[in-house]
């Protein structure tokens, strides 16, 4: 028995000398670790901070100032602006520039003084489901310090400000019609770049890649070979996830197909060039492996997925620009729950062109160093 554990130990310091003599294991073992914890660090918080919200004071009375004052001076909500009618309101929802609007009627200060409840109705941006629910929260408790404050000023009246909360886009708030078209992007993610970030290191691996130079076929046909089994299966696969998310899991699919299916297009364009960039740089299939899963992760982090982009960083913000999951979410879920058509994607759809287009043509130029 001690001689078995000798040999055990003796292996295992062999293996641990092996994986730390190599510089490239060695940054492998020290950077990435602590680049995911600064993107985790910095990008993934459950905290709301500076909601957009915009107002519809019907009122105008000292009361209602009073009112907004408490969420604009509040470091949870912005105020964006004041609009005077209601197509303004449904717009600055539709667009995406308010989480939350506020509607406050004529009689909100009279029915206060006169000691009866006033309503106010909040309507939020329900396409993210966990962000319009932190909201509601939020807007709960200020106006609960709202009533307080009333209470004592006004003895022994007891006037109360009462939220009607309505959800746009997710009447309920059903927190599986955000996640599932999520999770769709990040499965067609997976495929694709799994397809493409492993198919040059293989070649190398078996030994195949040689034969390449000795073939008639130019560079740029074998990067297109390599780049179209990733379309093919990144679009089967997206299709099938489609599927199932509609009649499995009934999530109410109210947009354009059309719409759909080219932002599925411009998102392969961009990550089966991304995953032909890892291969082209890997020697084996486990580093291509470690390249994929390298990306994958802060892109999933970066893309909004979890946590509104607005609440990062402005320097992380500006890095999720980079991110195609980012991109291609809003797509999912604009074509899910917003019904909406490609008109309304194009802000969408030349990003991940743009992308695509530059991975590609860097992942083609170390395609022919390594034919070269």
């Given at each position: 028995?001690?001689?078995?554990f000798q ?5 295992a310091i062999?293996?641990l000398?092996?994986l730390?003599?190599d510089?490239?294991?060695r ?27 915009v ?17 604009s001076g ?6 964006l602006?004041?609009v005077?009618?209601?197509k ?10 308010a989480?939350m ?37 939020y ?6 310090t ?14 109360a400000?009462?939220l009607?909360?309505?959800a ?13 078209p ?11 770049l799994?397809?493409?970030g492993?198919?040059?290191?293989r070649?190398?691996?078996?030994g195949?890649?040689d ?8 560079p ?5 070979g390599?780049?179209?089994p990733?379309f ?7 299709s ?7 009649f ?11 719409a759909?299916?080219?932002?599925l297009?411009?998102f392969?364009l ?9 291969s082209s ?5 486990q580093?291509g492996l470690?390249g ?23 320097a992380v913000?500006?890095i999720t ?9 809003i ?5 899910f ?5 490609a008109a309304?994607?194009?802000?969408q ?6 992308i ?11 395609f ?5």
């Amino acid at each position: 028995m001690h001689q078995i554990f000798q040999r055990v130990i003796a292996l295992a310091i062999k293996e641990l000398l092996a994986l730390l003599r190599d510089s490239a294991s060695r940054a492998v073992l020290i950077g990435p670790p602590i680049i995911q914890l600064l993107v985790f660090g910095y990008a993934a918080t459950f905290e709301l901070k500076h909601v957009p919200f915009v107002v519809y004071n019907q009122d105008q009375g000292q009361m209602s100032r009073e009112f907004i004052a408490r969420f604009s001076g509040s470091p949870t909500f912005d105020l964006l602006r004041v609009v005077h009618d209601q197509k303004s309101l449904q717009s600055a929802i539709d667009d995406k520039s308010a989480l939350m609007a506020m509607d406050i009627g004529p009689n909100f200060s009279a029915d206060l003084e006169a000691g009866r409840s006033a309503h106010i109705q909040l309507i939020l941006d329900g396409r993210d489901s966990n962000t319009a629910g932190l909201a509601i929260g939020y807007a709960q408790s200020i106006v609960t310090t709202f009533n307080q404050t009333q209470i004592a000023a006004n003895g022994a009246r007891a006037p109360a400000a009462v939220l009607l909360n309505r959800a746009w886009f997710n009447p309920n708030l059903d927190s599986r019609w955000f996640i599932i078209p999520g999770i769709c992007g990040i499965l067609t993610l997976l495929v694709s770049l799994l397809t493409t970030g492993l198919s040059v290191a293989r070649e190398r691996e078996m030994g195949t890649f040689d034969q390449l130079l000795v073939t008639p076929m130019r560079p740029s046909e074998i990067l297109l070979g390599k780049a179209l089994p990733g379309f093919l299966v990144g679009t089967v696969e997206g299709s099938l996830i489609l599927i199932v998310s509609v009649f499995w899991f009934h999530i109410p699919f109210t947009g354009s197909l059309l719409a759909l299916y080219f932002g599925l297009f411009c998102f392969l364009l961009s990550t089966v060039g991304i995953g032909l960039m890892i291969s082209s740089l890997a020697a084996t299939q486990q580093q291509g492996l470690l390249g994929v899963f390298l990306f994958m992760v802060p892109a999933i982090v970066l893309s909004g997925f979890s946590t509104p982009i607005a609440n990062m960083p402005l320097a992380v913000q500006y890095i999720t620009l980079i991110d195609p999951l980012r991109y291609f979410l809003i797509i999912l879920r604009g074509c899910f729950l917003e019904g909406g058509s490609a008109a309304l994607f194009w802000p969408q759809y030349w990003p991940l062109v743009l992308i695509g287009m530059i991975s590609m043509i860097i992942a083609g130029r170390l395609f022919r160093s390594q034919l070269a």
